[in-house]
């Protein structure tokens, strides 16, 4: 079985079976100007990236990694307008109106996908399909007519169907969403890069971006060069420019998916999800001639606040085989969502910036969509026309009746200080195995202390240099993760995901 993960982010890409090799570029090694300078390579970045370039903008484009080897590298891009959050919170928090150009918004987003893998002749085995939101029986915490009744204030097409198209799971009553659908991310995103490229698009990977000084003219900081840019995005997920005001918004989760084998026809082609909070979703991606590989996600926790990969990868698999004809697991992996307090992504100008900075963030786990939608909104706000959505996913909102969730998750992280006042989870470093990792009290200070598997242990300081929690060992992703605001660093402490953007100190003597 393999584990694929971000942290060991490559540019061949062989999750779902498929092996995509995104363009390769070259690390920036000189200054440069241009119209609009775009930090992130993922779906957000590289979307908005196009769309610019197309429009005869001067684009450039930096990613530290190669492109592609954030969050979109383990996105199991299901393509949805059926909001994650719940149109009935929807609702509640946003009333009938915006929940309508939410669900528009995706979409939307699933229209430009579909049109642009046309018209870019990219075979990236998009398919339209159904979606049926299945009740979890016992653990139901959703009241499906609710939700019915909720999809059709939403102005969303929604059915209820007496049982999902499965053999051999009997879903009961469900809620059927027509067109939705799927598609390869990787063979988009290389159709996607080649476009952009053949616009006059710049690239530069392995380029890591340290520091933006917004101004008239921006500048952008990689190293000892720097990009001089009318304006920027900053498309890296957990935006590394904005140190506050955001991440007080948005929650990081951490969730978890397997891809199995299926003998090829035996589960109707389809989008599922449950019910459950955390829920489970599922889809299907064709393998080879005689099996499809069914990709099961969900057992989401709080980023940093758990360290059970291995038991939240085997429930998966067991929930799986329960009620589809699941086979060989090949891949197990995972990844991190950003939850904003009201379901909707943050896209346009940086609060705290001037006005030529934009910003994409809190994906609510629909980070594709999000990311296309950021695409479009965000091209037109940098080419001064108008967008309907411009309000809807303004950074700078605050919806007021989404206050439960903000509070909640704030406390969540108030609570997390107080690891600065517990002793180390071992005496010593003695105590930590090969392959393994630990916090360690010394003195007033914690040590964040791992062993490789030949036993060479490496000793960081635990402080998370965002704003100063104590990081949690992942013993999955051999990662270390801030439970706070989401920041994610390398067994050797070399920071892999913001709002972090330099690496865990060494230990001081
Ligand atoms: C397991 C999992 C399943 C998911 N499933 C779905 C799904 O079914 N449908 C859906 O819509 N969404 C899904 N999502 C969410 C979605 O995949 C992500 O939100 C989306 O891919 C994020 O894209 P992005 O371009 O915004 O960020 P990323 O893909 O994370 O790209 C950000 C880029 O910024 C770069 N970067 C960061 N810091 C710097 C720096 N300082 N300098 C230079 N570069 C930097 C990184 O290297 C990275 O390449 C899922 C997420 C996970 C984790
Ligand atoms: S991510 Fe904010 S303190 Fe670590």
């Not at 029986?137 to 204030?153: I, M, N």
């Not at 038991?311 to 085989?321: F, N, P, V, Y």
Request: aromatic share 8%; hydrophobic share 40%; proline share 4%.
């Amino acid at each position: 079985m393999e584990r694929v993960s971000p942290i060991a982010a490559a540019e061949s890409e062989s999750i779902w079976g498929a092996t995509v090799e995104l363009p390769k570029s070259r690390r920036l090694t000189t200054d440069l100007e241009c119209d609009v300078c775009i930090i992130g390579g993922g779906i957000s970045g590289l979307t908005t990236g196009y769309l610019l370039a197309k429009a005869g903008k001067r684009v450039v484009l930096l990613d530290d990694g190669p492109l592609a080897s954030g969050m979109t590298h383990v996105t199991t891009a299901h393509l949805s307008n059926v909001i994650d959050d719940r149109f009935i919170n929807m609702l509640r928090w946003h009333g009938e109106e915006k929940t309508r150009l939410a669900a528009q918004s995706h979409a939307a987003a699933i229209d430009f996908i579909e049109q642009t893998s046309q018209e870019l002749h990219i075979e990236c085995d998009f398919q339209r399909l159904d979606g049926y939101l299945i009740s979890a029986g016992e653990d139901e915490e959703v009241d499906l007519d609710e939700e019915f009744a909720a999809s059709k204030r939403a102005g969303v097409s929604v059915e209820t169907a007496s049982k999902a198209p499965l053999a051999e799971f009997d879903t009961g009553r469900c809620l059927r969403f027509p067109q939705q659908a799927r598609f390869h991310p990787f063979k988009y995103l290389d159709g996607l890069v080649k476009a952009f490229k053949r616009s006059g698009g710049k690239v530069f990977t392995n380029s890591h971006v340290d520091k933006i000084v917004s101004g008239e003219t921006a500048k952008v900081h990689v190293g000892e060069h720097a990009v001089l840019a009318a304006s920027v995005v900053v498309a890296t997920n957990s935006p590394i420019n904005d140190m506050f005001a955001l991440h007080t918004k948005q929650a990081p989760y951490m969730t978890y998916v397997v891809g199995a084998r299926v003998p090829r026809g035996s589960v109707e082609d389809a989008l599922y999800w449950d019910t459950l909070d955390a829920y489970h979703y599922v889809r299907l991606q064709p393998l080879d001639e005689t099996s499809d590989l069914l990709i099961i996600g969900g057992e989401d926790h709080k980023s940093g606040q758990a360290d059970d990969a291995d038991e939240r990868h085997q429930r998966l698999i067991d929930w799986a085989r329960e009620r589809f004809p699941v086979g060989e697991v090949e891949f197990t992996w995972g990844g991190q969502c950003m939850e904003t307090m009201d379901g909707l992504a943050f896209i346009g100008r940086n609060p705290l910036d001037q006005d030529n900075v934009y910003v994409v963030t809190g994906d609510s786990g629909m980070g594709i969509t999000h990311g296309t939608i950021a695409g479009m909104l965000v091209t037109d706000m940098i080419l001064g026309r108008e967008n309907p959505w411009e309000q809807l996913y303004d950074p700078s909102r605050k919806t007021v009746a989404a206050a439960g969730p903000f509070v909640k998750e704030n406390i969540n992280v108030a609570g997390q200080y107080l690891d600065w006042l517990t002793p180390g989870e071992v005496k010593s470093v003695d105590e930590i195995e090969p392959g393994a990792g630990a916090i360690v009290r010394r003195g007033m200070t914690k040590i964040a202390a791992c062993r490789d598997d030949d036993g060479k242990l490496t000793e960081l300081s635990a402080v998370c240099p965002h704003l100063g929690c104590v990081v949690h060992w992942n013993n999955a992703e051999r990662s270390w993760d801030c439970p706070c605001h989401g920041s994610r660093f390398h067994a050797d402490g070399e920071v892999v995901n913001g709002p972090a953007n330099v690496n865990l100190a060494p230990v001081e003597e």
